[in-house]
């Protein structure tokens, strides 16, 4: 075995093994193709935390814990292992056989028995073969990329339901508060009421109208306990218990600049999707041209017979094979994949064209909610303010009970309202930044980690 053929061989393949394409970055390519700049990751304040569990990193905590996030970890892992399994195409292929066993050979003139044990062992390297190797290989790695991108969409949905149920559950818990002020100053006034109705200074009409003020605060009462319960409900789903008074709710765009938000939707999941798909159109189309080259490869090999009388046997070249005629499969191939490249392109920039529609039409709803809830808060002012002089004009009998009941009833709707408005703008916040890289971003959340953590 020690033969210097055999030893150059091996040592030729060995060489011919590091020659392997350099991988390309396909992130910078869909990057591009998104026309996207590289973000500056912006440091974020975590220091006013007052509870054990914010909602950062209650987002944070439970989406590893999701199912459906589990079951996209696993496929993330999977499409992770086939790029190693595409990449070992370019590496030396080892195979070895063995056989023991007899051997009978009969002829006229005589007969020979052989027992023993044959080996063989070949080395083959890939030299060439168009790019069709480089090219499944980086279909792998988009794969992996996609499914990187799919696990980042889910997980954004988790923390997007979770910021919800907490809203909501705060939203509601606030109302409810706000309900339980107004009604006893509606009950006091109706007592109030009562007295003046039962000595004949007022009509019986006012006492009416307070009663029916009070039904319609019951009523309200048994809404908003209901969406109480559902919110509740909701958030069971991610942890054991509902968060106290203290559990802090930031928003995930305070922290991102006018211009950024304008370009937010440029991150958002289906843009990454359809950008993914447009990249593995092009190398689907680059392995459809390469299948048109030969392939080459280098081959060594060394085979010993179980015959002690028959020589070992040695074998050092160069094995081409091409394909010169397929009947147009190939050219066929060729062509369906241009199309599926050109579908890809336009579909991405459909897909572009509604999400931006979309972002912008939330980002103007934000600022339209802002000033609304900015005239309403001077709104609740003045209501106050009548509130407050109608109270004191009672003593001198300038107001009546009537008046001020309906200034009551007004302070409450306008206090209300303003709840209503603030939790639709955070959770308008939280939809935009789902729809985007800035919900995982505010979270600080880490794929690999996650992964990892979803097992």
Same mark, same amino acid.
């Given at each position: 075995?020690?033969?210097?053929?055999?030893?150059?061989?091996?040592?030729?393949?060995?060489?011919?093994?590091?020659?392997?394409?350099?991988?390309?970055?396909?992130?910078?390519?869909?990057?591009?193709?998104?026309?996207?700049?590289?973000?500056?990751?912006?440091?974020?304040?975590?220091?006013?935390?007052?509870?054990?569990?914010?909602?950062?990193?209650?987002?944070?905590?439970?989406?590893?814990?999701?199912?459906?996030?589990?079951?996209?970890?696993?496929?993330?892992?999977?499409?992770?292992?086939?790029?190693?399994?595409?990449?070992?195409?370019?590496?030396?292929?080892?195979?070895?056989?063995?056989?023991?066993?007899?051997?009978?050979?009969?002829?006229?003139?005589?007969?020979?028995?052989?027992?023993?044990?044959?080996?063989?062992?070949?080395?083959?390297?890939?030299?060439?073969?168009?790019?069709?190797?480089?090219?499944?290989?980086?279909?792998?790695?988009?794969?992996?990329?996609?499914?990187?991108?799919?696990?980042?969409?889910?997980?954004?949905?988790?923390?997007?339901?979770?910021?919800?149920?907490?809203?909501?559950?705060?939203?509601?818990?606030? $109302? &409810? !508060? *706000?309900?339980?002020?107004?009604?006893?100053?509606? %009950?006091?006034?109706?007592?109030?009421? =009562? /007295?003046?109705?039962?000595?004949?200074?007022?009509?019986?009409?006012?006492?009416?109208?307070?009663?029916?003020?009070?039904?319609?605060?019951?009523?309200? $009462? &048994? !809404? *908003?306990?209901?969406?109480?319960?559902?919110?509740? %409900?909701?958030?069971?789903?991610?942890? =054991? /218990?509902?968060?106290?008074?203290?559990?802090?709710?930031?928003?995930?765009?305070?922290?991102?600049?006018?211009?950024?938000?304008?370009?937010?939707?440029?991150?958002?999941?289906?843009?990454?999707?359809?950008?993914?798909?447009?990249?593995?159109?092009?190398?689907?189309?680059?392995?459809?041209?390469?299948?048109?080259?030969?392939?080459?490869?280098?081959?060594?090999?060394?085979?010993?017979?179980?015959?002690?009388?028959?020589?070992?046997?040695?074998?050092?070249?160069?094995?081409?094979?091409?394909?010169?005629?397929?009947?147009?499969?190939?050219?066929?191939?060729?062509?369906?994949?241009?199309?599926?490249?050109?579908?890809?392109?336009?579909?991405?920039?459909?897909?572009?064209?509604?999400?931006?529609?979309?972002?912008?039409?939330?980002?103007?709803?934000?600022?339209?909610?802002?000033?609304?809830?900015?005239?309403?808060?001077?709104?609740?002012?003045?209501?106050?303010?009548?509130?407050?002089?109608?109270?004191?004009?009672?003593?001198?009998?300038?107001?009546?009970?009537?008046?001020?009941?309906?200034?009551?009833?007004?302070?409450?709707?306008?206090?209300?309202?303003?709840?209503?408005?603030?939790?639709?703008?955070?959770?308008?916040?939280?939809?935009?930044?789902?729809?985007?890289?800035?919900?995982?971003?505010?979270?600080?959340?880490?794929?690999?980690?996650?992964?990892?953590?979803?097992?």
């Amino acid at each position: 075995m020690h033969n210097p053929i055999a030893n150059i061989a091996i040592v030729t393949l060995i060489a011919i093994s590091g020659c392997t394409a350099p991988s390309s970055n396909l992130q910078n390519e869909i990057n591009d193709i998104m026309l996207l700049k590289p973000e500056n990751k912006k440091i974020r304040n975590t220091e006013k935390i007052a509870e054990a569990m914010d909602l950062k990193s209650a987002m944070l905590k439970s989406i590893p814990k999701d199912p459906t996030f589990m079951a996209a970890a696993a496929k993330f892992r999977e499409k992770n292992y086939r790029v190693k399994v595409e990449s070992a195409s370019r590496k030396m292929q080892l195979n070895a056989d063995a056989t023991s066993g007899f051997m009978r050979e009969e002829t006229k003139l005589s007969t020979d028995n052989t027992a023993g044990i044959s080996a063989s062992l070949r080395l083959s390297q890939l030299v060439y073969d168009g790019g069709q190797t480089d090219a499944r290989v980086e279909l792998a790695r988009i794969d992996s990329i996609n499914a990187a991108n799919s696990l980042k969409a889910i997980a954004s949905s988790v923390a997007f339901d979770v910021a919800s149920a907490v809203v909501e559950y705060q939203t509601s818990t606030a $109302q &409810l !508060q *706000l309900l339980d002020e107004f009604s006893k100053r509606a %009950n006091k006034l109706r007592d109030q009421i =009562q /007295k003046l109705t039962s000595s004949g200074l007022i009509d019986k009409s006012i006492l009416l109208s307070a009663d029916s003020e009070i039904g319609e605060l019951n009523l309200r $009462q &048994l !809404q *908003l306990s209901e969406k109480k319960d559902r919110s509740i %409900n909701e958030i069971l789903r991610f942890f =054991q /218990k509902v968060p106290n008074e203290n559990f802090v709710v930031e928003s995930p765009l305070s922290e991102i600049n006018t211009s950024d938000l304008n370009v937010l939707w440029q991150t958002a999941p289906e843009i990454k999707s359809s950008a993914g798909a447009l990249l593995a159109a092009r190398y689907q189309l680059r392995l459809a041209e390469a299948a048109m080259s030969p392939t080459v490869s280098a081959n060594a090999g060394v085979s010993s017979p179980m015959s002690n009388d028959d020589p070992t046997t040695y074998s050092l070249g160069l094995v081409a094979n091409w394909t010169i005629g397929d009947g147009g499969r190939r050219k066929a191939k060729i062509d369906a994949s241009k199309q599926s490249l050109s579908a890809a392109q336009n579909e991405l920039d459909s897909i572009k064209q509604e999400t931006k529609r979309k972002f912008d039409a939330g980002l103007s709803k934000k600022q339209t909610l802002i000033k609304q809830i900015k005239e309403i808060q001077n709104k609740k002012k003045r209501a106050d303010t009548k509130l407050q002089i109608l109270s004191d004009q009672m003593s001198t009998g300038q107001t009546n009970m009537k008046e001020i009941l309906s200034a009551n009833a007004a302070v409450y709707q306008i206090s209300d309202q303003i709840i209503t408005l603030r939790s639709e703008l955070t959770i308008l916040q939280y939809e935009l930044a789902r729809n985007s890289d800035s919900l995982l971003n505010f979270i600080d959340f880490d794929v690999t980690v996650s992964t990892e953590n979803a097992k």
